[in-house]
């Protein structure tokens, strides 16, 4: 049985861009806790093998993805859950102009290493990071 409190500090920085703080971990999956600090707009990435949820918790962003069949920007507020399936191209950004874009993101399986996360061809903004 695992249990953790959210990290004050970030553990890690992703790879997209944005700020990580490591929750739990387990055989068939992980959660962390992200955050997009203001004015900031992620790196396009895909994932190889992980599928991803998102819950947004504070602030104001947008994310774009496109898997070949489909592309769209969905507006990320406090309430809204994304998915991102492997080999979805995604690319995310903070458009607060105060506040910090928080949200939890729960993959499966878990977190597999560097490798996993691979650069996409394009995205829909100028990364920032």
Not at 47 to 72: C, D, F, M, P
Not at 91 to 106: E, G, M, T, W, Y
């Amino acid at each position: 049985m695992q249990e953790i409190v959210l990290p004050k500090e970030p553990d890690t920085i992703s790879a997209p861009g944005s700020l990580v703080r490591l929750l739990l971990r387990g055989a068939r999956g992980g959660m962390i806790q992200s955050t997009v600090p203001v004015g900031r707009t992620s790196r396009p990435i895909a994932h190889r093998t992980v599928y991803e949820i998102w819950y947004v918790l504070e602030g104001a962003g947008e994310i774009w993805r496109s898997n070949g069949a489909q592309e769209k920007i969905t507006a990320l507020t406090p309430g809204t859950s994304i998915d991102l399936e492997p080999g979805t191209a995604f690319q995310f950004r903070n458009v607060s102009p105060d506040a910090d874009l928080k949200f939890i993101c729960v993959t499966m399986p878990a977190w597999p290493g560097e490798d996993e996360a691979v650069p996409a061809s394009r995205g829909a903004w100028e990364p920032s990071v």
